[in-house]
């Protein structure tokens, strides 16, 4: 079986290299798990449910992920994850081999205090797309894992012991999870539930293992009590232990299914997906999966530049996740049981972060994806009378302002994409822009024509700003289906944004019911208290994506708009007031969090397209490192990456739901997109080097651009776009 799972493997191989390049290899998952980056080294297939990795810590800000480079220990490995986010949840169905038998002694909170960590070296530890692997030094075992969309295989390698045993606890963090089951089934299966409250309340988690090898003895151990051979247990938490004699260096695996829905729906997901595959088949197909995904776009540059790009393509695919079970069927908004009419059902969709870069990628080479999402959002909306704002595992946590649901959908429409119903679509947005909910009081909104502070408790002037854009996109797809008194509205409506800023101060400020500025009023404080969404005002004076003209205008014109964002880049960067988000300074220029990620473009309508060069080039060498440590904040559940993407390419969507790209520099010297319609698009970079870093001339099909601006219809019908580089 080894034989023919290694033949599989290398004919595999070979397929690839006759269709695809092999880019997995370029991939270095531990990129952002040091520092703020908040990711994770795991095992999963493009968009897939399970995220099949290990857990160090789930304690304090870096470690929300369930892992962090620095770490020298591991308490398990669990099946979900989320990449990149501020805050913690997941890390369910947390397994762990070990030698010996299960004890816990209490600890703080009257919480277990888990007694089987080992420790481990990065020097044995390994990680490629679909495969993680780690020695545990305490135990002398080798833990290795691959997955499917919604299983995972473990392949354990014990020494010779009398007591080699697997432990299975359904949560990790226990203080949000009032309920826990787990049954064994018979001699070489285990299932159980997960039933939490954390970021997200009621969540779910339904899943079966079975093992390769039968167990001869297993326990349950809740209230600090081990039950030898108890077959079922329900409790606040409960740790399952089964037991194996083992000889030296042999193998055991354990196939484990998931599902939101129910336990027969992890058994399906189970027999579909895996079934009689072995470890190695599995990997190969995740590994095959990922290198389709990847060769999305090819790229000619050098190692570095290389690895943090296919990096960037993984980690922009690791998530949303189909929470779907293979039949189709989720547990949506509402906590019922739905079957999806794509057959998927999208979730963890940080929107307040990927609207800008990540859906907008998607628009190019994910559009069947970024449709299915958009079909889950529209199903989200018909269930819970609004949109997404943040939702996970199926459910909203109403997490960040505005509803940036609305710009994705806006941004798929006006480009024509296809894969949902407009007519649905168009009333699940304007829907979402009238009708009050959680973080949208609208007749608060229209009373006022802006969020004034003294109803609004903080964030009222990113709260204005924002809503100012996604009334703009409502107004574009009113527009474009004929809808005129709708695009009056909020076209109208699009331009609250201008009732907050101050001649005075030359900044968007808050101000009360009554017209009086807030005060007082520092632009380098980045309180909510004082307006502003994980920024301040110098960082949020840019968000008016839809209309940069006339930010310009405000500014007083192209020269004072160019001295400001000079001001930007070279003033301190301190800041009043402490909040982790705010990272990767340059200046008050904070690439670290996203309100800031289009800034550097902006010099274009400066009508100093040189200084979006120059900056970009200390931006890209500065905040991205091929490195742990290679980040400068939070993923952000692809956002970050999605930045590196289209910079390196040389454009990036100022503007994400215009249709139009802003060109920057490139920072390859080929790129080939292949497209889903069968075109390219390819760019072909003259004349690249360290100190060529300014853009001398732009081709498109042998047609001078002059104004920095590339269409998505330009890059969608397929065609080369020449840049030559110069001093």
Same mark, same amino acid.
């Given at each position: 079986?080894? *034989?023919?799972?290694?033949?599989?493997?290398?004919?595999?191989?070979?397929?690839?290299?006759?269709?695809?390049?092999?880019l997995?290899?370029?991939?270095?998952?531990?990129?952002?798990?040091?520092?703020?980056?908040?990711?994770?080294?795991?095992?999963?297939?493009?968009?897939?449910?399970?995220?099949?990795?290990?857990?160090?810590?789930?304690?304090?800000?870096?470690?929300?992920?369930?892992y962090?480079?620095?770490?020298?220990?591991?308490?398990?490995?669990?099946?979900?994850?989320?990449?990149?986010?501020?805050? =913690?949840?997941l890390s369910?169905?947390?397994?762990?081999?070990?030698?010996?038998k299960?004890?816990?002694? *209490?600890?703080?909170?009257?919480?277990?205090?888990?007694?089987?960590?080992?420790?481990?070296?990065?020097?044995?530890?390994?990680?490629?797309?679909?495969?993680?692997?780690?020695?545990?030094?305490?135990?002398?075992?080798?833990?290795?894992?691959t997955?499917?969309?919604?299983?995972?295989?473990?392949?354990?390698?014990?020494?010779?012991?009398?007591?080699?045993s697997?432990?299975?606890?359904?949560?990790?963090?226990f203080?949000?999870?009032?309920?826990n089951?787990?049954?064994?089934e018979?001699d070489?299966t285990?299932?159980?539930?997960?039933?939490?409250?954390?970021?997200?309340?009621?969540?779910?988690?339904?899943?079966?293992?079975?093992?390769?090898?039968?167990?001869?003895?297993?326990?349950?151990?809740?209230?600090?009590?081990?039950?030898w051979k108890?077959?079922?247990?329900e409790?606040?938490?409960?740790?399952?232990?089964?037991?194996?004699?083992?000889?030296?260096?042999?193998?055991?695996?354990?196939?484990?299914?998931?599902?939101?829905?129910?336990?027969?729906g992890?058994?399906?997901?189970?027999d579909?997906?895996?079934g009689?595959?072995?470890?190695?088949?599995?990997?190969?197909?995740?590994?095959?999966a990922?290198?389709?995904?990847?060769?999305?776009?090819?790229?000619?540059?050098?190692?570095?530049?290389?690895?943090?790009?296919?990096?960037?393509?993984?980690?922009?695919?690791?998530?949303?996740?189909?929470?779907?079970?293979?039949?189709?069927?989720?547990?949506? =908004?509402?906590?019922?049981i739905?079957?999806?009419?794509?057959?998927?059902y999208?979730?963890?969709?940080?929107?307040?972060?990927?609207y800008?870069?990540?859906?907008?990628?998607?628009?190019?080479?994910?559009?069947?994806?970024?449709?299915?999402?958009?079909?889950?959002?529209?199903?989200?909306?018909?269930?819970?009378?609004?949109?997404?704002?943040?939702?996970?595992?199926?459910?909203?946590?109403?997490?960040?302002?505005?509803?940036?649901a609305?710009?994705v959908?806006?941004?798929?429409?006006?480009?024509?994409?296809?894969?949902?119903?407009?007519?649905?679509?168009?009333?699940?947005?304007?829907?979402?822009?009238?009708?009050?909910?959680?973080?949208?009081?609208?007749?608060?909104?229209?009373?006022?024509?802006?969020?004034?502070?003294d109803?609004?408790?903080?964030?009222?002037?990113?709260?204005?700003?924002?809503?100012?854009?996604?009334?703009?996109?409502?107004?574009?797809?009113?527009?474009?289906?004929?809808?005129?008194?709708?695009?009056?509205?909020?076209?109208?409506?699009?331009?609250?944004?201008?009732?907050?800023?101050?001649?005075?101060?030359?900044?968007?400020?808050?101000?009360?019911?009554k017209?009086?500025?807030?005060?007082?009023?520092?632009?380098?404080?980045?309180?909510?208290?004082?307006?502003?969404?994980?920024g301040n005002?110098?960082?949020?004076?840019?968000s008016?994506?839809?209309?940069?003209?006339?930010?310009?205008?405000?500014?007083?014109?192209?020269?004072?708009?160019?001295?400001k964002?000079?001001?930007?880049?070279?003033?301190?960067?301190?800041?009043?007031?402490?909040?982790?988000d705010?990272?990767?300074?340059?200046?008050?220029?904070?690439?670290?969090?996203?309100?800031?990620?289009?800034?550097?473009?902006?010099?274009?309508y400066?009508?100093?397209?040189?200084?979006?060069?120059?900056?970009?080039?200390?931006?890209? =060498?500065?905040?991205y490192?091929?490195?742990?440590?290679?980040?400068?904040?939070?993923?952000?559940?692809?956002?970050?990456?999605?930045?590196y993407?289209?910079?390196?390419?040389?454009?990036y969507?100022?503007?994400?739901?215009?249709?139009?790209?802003?060109i920057g520099?490139?920072?390859?010297?080929?790129?080939?997109?292949?497209?889903?319609?069968?075109?390219t698009?390819?760019?072909?970079?003259?004349?690249?080097?360290?100190?060529?870093?300014?853009?001398?001339?732009?081709?498109?099909?042998?047609?001078?651009?002059?104004?920095?601006?590339?269409n998505?219809?330009?890059?969608?019908?397929?065609?080369?776009?020449?840049?030559?580089?110069?001093?």
């Amino acid at each position: 079986m080894k *034989q023919f799972a290694f033949f599989l493997l290398f004919f595999s191989t070979i397929v690839y290299s006759q269709q695809n390049k092999n880019l997995t290899k370029f991939v270095n998952p531990f990129i952002g798990t040091g520092g703020h980056g908040h990711t994770f080294p795991n095992a999963c297939k493009p968009f897939g449910n399970v995220q099949m990795g290990p857990v160090t810590d789930m304690k304090g800000w870096d470690r929300v992920s369930g892992y962090h480079y620095s770490d020298s220990t591991i308490m398990g490995f669990s099946h979900t994850r989320l990449s990149g986010t501020g805050c =913690a949840d997941l890390s369910d169905i947390l397994f762990m081999p070990r030698i010996g038998k299960f004890t816990t002694q *209490q600890g703080t909170n009257n919480q277990p205090f888990p007694s089987w960590r080992s420790r481990f070296s990065h020097k044995d530890e390994s990680a490629t797309p679909g495969y993680y692997s780690v020695l545990l030094k305490d135990y002398g075992i080798k833990a290795e894992f691959t997955a499917s969309n919604h299983c995972a295989i473990h392949r354990y390698t014990f020494p010779a012991n009398d007591s080699s045993s697997i432990i299975i606890s359904p949560s990790v963090g226990f203080d949000a999870t009032p309920w826990n089951n787990l049954k064994v089934e018979n001699d070489s299966t285990i299932s159980g539930v997960r039933f939490s409250f954390g970021w997200v309340p009621f969540q779910k988690v339904f899943f079966v293992a079975r093992f390769s090898k039968p167990f001869f003895t297993y326990q349950m151990t809740s209230n600090y009590r081990p039950n030898w051979k108890q077959r079922e247990r329900e409790d606040k938490w409960i740790i399952g232990s089964v037991y194996f004699k083992t000889k030296a260096n042999e193998q055991i695996t354990v196939k484990v299914g998931i599902s939101a829905v129910s336990l027969s729906g992890a058994n399906n997901n189970l027999d579909k997906e895996i079934g009689n595959n072995c470890f190695e088949t599995t990997r190969a197909e995740a590994e095959s999966a990922w290198n389709d995904e990847l060769n999305k776009i090819q790229i000619e540059a050098d190692s570095k530049t290389k690895e943090i790009f296919y990096t960037g393509m993984y980690h922009a695919f690791i998530q949303p996740n189909n929470i779907a079970d293979i039949d189709g069927r989720y547990r949506g =908004a509402d906590y019922e049981i739905a079957t999806s009419k794509t057959g998927k059902y999208y979730s963890t969709l940080s929107l307040w972060d990927t609207y800008r870069a990540l859906h907008p990628l998607y628009s190019i080479i994910q559009p069947r994806v970024n449709a299915e999402i958009i079909q889950s959002m529209i199903e989200h909306q018909q269930v819970k009378g609004f949109l997404p704002i943040w939702t996970l595992w199926g459910a909203e946590n109403y997490c960040m302002i505005a509803n940036h649901a609305i710009p994705v959908i806006a941004d798929a429409i006006l480009k024509g994409n296809k894969g949902f119903d407009y007519d649905q679509a168009y009333a699940a947005i304007k829907s979402s822009s009238t009708l009050s909910h959680q973080g949208s009081d609208w007749e608060l909104y229209n009373k006022y024509g802006y969020y004034p502070n003294d109803f609004i408790a903080s964030e009222s002037v990113s709260k204005t700003l924002e809503v100012s854009f996604d009334d703009w996109c409502v107004a574009q797809v009113a527009k474009k289906l004929g809808k005129d008194v709708d695009y009056n509205f909020f076209i109208n409506r699009s331009k609250a944004y201008q009732k907050l800023y101050d001649t005075e101060s030359r900044f968007f400020r808050a101000k009360d019911s009554k017209g009086k500025w807030m005060t007082p009023f520092n632009p380098i404080n980045i309180l909510h208290s004082h307006g502003y969404t994980e920024g301040n005002a110098w960082q949020y004076y840019w968000s008016v994506q839809q209309d940069i003209p006339a930010l310009v205008g405000l500014s007083g014109g192209k020269g004072k708009f160019d001295e400001k964002l000079d001001s930007l880049f070279t003033m301190s960067p301190k800041v009043e007031g402490d909040l982790s988000d705010v990272s990767g300074l340059i200046g008050q220029y904070a690439h670290g969090n996203e309100p800031s990620h289009h800034v550097a473009y902006l010099y274009n309508y400066a009508g100093q397209p040189r200084k979006t060069q120059k900056m970009l080039t200390r931006i890209m =060498a500065e905040m991205y490192r091929n490195e742990p440590d290679g980040l400068s904040g939070n993923e952000d559940c692809g956002q970050m990456s999605a930045w590196y993407i289209f910079t390196a390419l040389g454009f990036y969507p100022v503007n994400p739901a215009s249709g139009v790209f802003d060109i920057g520099r490139p920072f390859v010297q080929e790129a080939k997109l292949n497209l889903e319609n069968g075109k390219t698009f390819l760019i072909s970079v003259k004349n690249t080097s360290d100190k060529n870093i300014y853009v001398k001339k732009i081709l498109l099909n042998n047609v001078p651009i002059a104004n920095y601006k590339l269409n998505y219809t330009d890059i969608m019908n397929g065609g080369t776009m020449v840049i030559e580089m110069g001093k």
